[in-house]
């Protein structure tokens, strides 16, 4: 079983900057990508960005290109998503995840954090 904490999340104007961050609590080791998600009031929840165990490899969605960079940290089993130049279109709450290599992650992960609010005022 895996937990993960989430934070790092708050209100920003447009064009500002904010860092998520997620730490994984888990009893056993483990080499699994994590990644980000986000779900929009009366919309459906999508990837956002997601990161392989070695870091070598990142993959983000269209919208987010340029913007938002994701990383981690695996001394201390945490993912960084960096949002940069941030958009009224990004509010949402933002949701860590993991679970498998990246290409299942960003579309089934196996563990969900809680969700933070990102609110980008205009």
């Known amino acids: 079983q895996v937990q993960l904490v989430e934070s790092g999340g708050g209100l920003v104007q447009a064009g500002g900057s904010l860092r998520l961050s997620c730490t994984a609590v888990?009893?056993?080791?483990?080499?699994?990508?994590m990644g980000w998600f986000r779900q929009a009031p009366g919309k459906e929840r999508e990837f956002v960005a997601g990161?392989?165990?070695?870091?070598?490899?990142?993959r983000f969605a269209e919208s987010v290109k340029g913007r938002f960079t994701i990383s981690r940290d695996n001394s201390k089993n945490t993912v960084y998503l960096q949002m940069n130049s941030l958009k009224p279109e990004d509010t949402a709450v933002y949701y860590c995840a993991t679970g498998g290599g990246l290409a299942t992650m960003s579309v089934t992960p196996d563990y969900w954090g809680q969700g933070t609010q990102v609110t980008v005022s205009s």
């Open positions: 888990t009893r056993t080791f483990s080499s699994s990508a």
């Open positions: 990161i392989t165990w070695s870091g070598g490899i990142t």
